[in-house]
């Protein structure tokens, strides 16, 4: 029987069941047999992060030759224009290459949020905002590269949505579980 599960990581949790230097993991919050997670989110990353049985499902989410658009809400340090945010939405060189052109958009801080702990860093004197960045690749650290790259640097990461799946009603450090 497939088994999908959708979890709202919480910041400093790692995205695997197991840990030699004893740091949280996904065993602290899910006992369910036999899912794994589809991808990563970096410890220092919260959101949703999605667990399965299925190897195909795994492989459709995981691979960017399926291209299956993931979005995050991103505090950034600066006010960014929609200027600022173009070089996203058009592919912008990495070290390891040109990224695919993202959905950039300057949002509201989400209704939605739940309080970080810790929380972020505030700088008297530096405003921060919020985008909504979707992308359909996957490379390492790549949202928090892509914002360095045009000059904000992240402040905290939230995967809001994978493929049609989001938080929505998950909240932080708890799952649900879907069918297909």
Not at 66 to 82: A, I, L, N, R
């Amino acid at each position: 029987m497939q088994r999908i599960v959708l979890f709202n990581k919480p910041f400093d949790v790692l995205s695997q069941f197991s840990d030699q230097e004893g740091r949280t993991t996904l065993s602290d919050y899910i006992n369910i047999p036999e899912v794994y997670p589809a991808g990563r989110l970096d410890r220092d990353s919260e959101g949703l992060l999605v667990l399965t049985n299925d190897n195909a499902l795994k492989h459709k989410l995981t691979d960017p030759q399926h291209k299956v658009s993931k979005t995050y809400w991103v505090q950034v340090e600066g006010d960014p224009d929609e200027q600022d945010l173009q070089p996203l939405r058009e592919g912008l060189e990495l070290k390891d290459g040109l990224t695919r052109p993202a959905k950039a958009k300057l949002i509201d801080p989400p209704s939605s949020l739940w309080p970080r702990t810790p929380p972020i860093r505030q700088r008297q004197h530096i405003k921060d905002s919020w985008v909504s960045l979707s992308i359909s690749e996957g490379r390492n650290r790549q949202v928090r590269r892509m914002c360095a790259a045009i000059g904000y640097p992240v402040l905290r990461l939230i995967r809001y949505r994978v493929g049609s799946w989001t938080i929505d009603g998950i909240a932080n450090g708890h799952y649900t579980e879907v069918s297909k």
